[in-house]
């Protein structure tokens, strides 16, 4: 057992298999690319350095970086604080971006900004061109838009009755009969026994079936529930389950599982280095 900042982690230990030293020609490869990889992020951070500075030293221009750094700079369109300009590939589809262009540092003080980094290999610096105030748009500017967000809604709360009363004609006995099913364009599948990583069933319906009440086998009552996909809802019914074994699971679900032990370990290793490291550590104050 090994406590943590999140709490407490029980290990077992089901197999070990003693390191083995790999000869030259079978770890070359991986040491050029390790090599290479780790040159490349040692001049990204120098560059992002750089960036900083100059970003800092002169505030109220992006020329000096261009100047010494030869980065280019790009334009997005006019976007607001809580969406993305239209082009939802360019530097307003980043949350971090588009709360740094609305500060106050930068929106009212003309700031360059911190370099804000959107992803391990993309760093920028952002300034405001150019502004325009939030204002009221003429009722014919957006009565489409009011249109069709109207009936998304009433489309979706239709969905999300008549889920529900597929649920309560399902808990109480009642089944769906194909009259019901073509009169709303519905599909019942019945995949049989699934797995968590079975394909072909939407993650969110597989997630929410193993977090379900198991059904009770006495009564004959299936566990029954609602689940929200992106843009439908689902009625799934459980009737069965079958406990989980090691000694029956096939080699792909076995992989996965020992890939996400292995990054955990990984994770716990690390923490529990960082904490030895703090432990350790002895500060001493001078003047």
Do not use: C
């Not at 029980?10 to 990889?37: G, H, M």
């Not at 030869?70 to 709360?99: C, H, M, Q, W």
């Amino acid at each position: 057992m090994v406590k943590t900042k999140s709490g407490f982690i029980i290990l077992k230990l089901i197999q070990y298999t003693a390191p083995k030293a790999a000869s030259y020609e079978q770890v070359k490869e991986k040491v050029r690319e390790a090599l290479v990889r780790q040159q490349a992020e040692e001049q990204f951070a120098d560059l992002r350095d750089k960036l900083s500075d100059l970003a800092y030293e002169h505030p109220d221009s992006l020329s000096f970086i261009v100047k010494d750094l030869g980065l280019p700079i790009k334009e997005t369109p006019f976007f607001s604080r809580n969406g993305a300009s239209k082009l939802k590939t360019d530097l307003s589809s980043y949350l971090n971006v588009r709360e740094v262009a609305f500060s106050n540092d930068v929106l009212h003080l003309h700031n360059n900004s911190d370099v804000l980094q959107l992803d391990p290999d993309t760093a920028v610096v952002i300034r405001v061109k150019s502004y325009l105030p939030a204002t009221f748009y003429p009722f014919d500017a957006v009565q489409a838009q009011i249109m069709e967000k109207l009936k998304a809604d009433q489309i979706q709360e239709k969905t999300k009755q008549l889920a529900e009363n597929i649920m309560q004609s399902l808990q109480a006995g009642s089944a769906l009969t194909d009259k019901v099913l073509k009169q709303y364009h519905l599909n019942w599948v019945e995949p049989g026994f699934v797995g968590r990583h079975t394909p072909n069933v939407d993650p969110s319906i597989l997630e929410h079936a193993f977090s379900m009440p198991k059904p009770e086998k006495e009564k004959g009552r299936p566990s029954i529930a609602i689940v929200h996909l992106a843009k439908a809802y689902a009625v799934i019914q459980l009737d069965a389950y079958q406990d989980g074994s090691l000694d029956s699971a096939n080699k792909q679900a076995y992989s996965v599982f020992a890939e996400q032990i292995q990054g955990s370990e990984g994770l716990l290793e690390y923490e529990l280095y960082k904490d030895s490291l703090l432990t350790r550590a002895k500060i001493k104050k001078q003047g």
